[in-house]
């Protein structure tokens, strides 16, 4: 059962920015598609950024590019998501999660990610 850790969450001024870190329990992530997904109270989880096993490829909803990136280290067993020029509507608990399959990277449904941290909160003050 691989385990997910979120950290770097918190509390920024609108147009500031936060790095969040995810942490896996092993390395067997590192053939894994990674992502972020965030959720706001009465919305649906939205798939924030996704990444491939090999950082070769990437996805990220339309409200945050050129905003937002997402990395990976496998050699540390890492993901990251560097959040730039943050807006209030940005505001939500953020979740890293993964999943085996090669394309879920890219897959906005929820319940195709197997794998899911606690989360971590965000919250952006104008």
């Known amino acids: 059962q691989v385990q997910l850790d979120e950290s770097g969450g918190g509390l920024v001024q609108v147009g500031g920015s936060l790095r969040l870190s995810c942490a896996a329990s092993e390395g067997t992530v590192n053939t894994f598609s990674m992502g972020w997904f965030r959720q706001v109270p009465g919305k649906e989880r939205e798939l924030v950024a996704g990444i491939r096993w090999s950082g070769s490829n990437t996805y990220y909803l339309d409200s945050v590019k050129g905003r937002f990136t997402i990395s990976r280290d496998n050699a540390k067993n890492m993901a990251y998501l560097q959040m730039n020029s943050l807006k209030p509507e940005d505001t939500a608990v953020y979740y890293c999660?993964?999943?085996?399959?090669?394309?879920?990277?890219?897959?906005?449904?929820?319940?195709?990610?197997?794998?899911w941290g606690q989360g971590t909160q965000v919250t952006v003050s104008s």
């Open positions: 999660t993964s999943d085996p399959l090669l394309t879920t990277y890219y897959n906005t449904d929820r319940t195709s990610w197997r794998y």
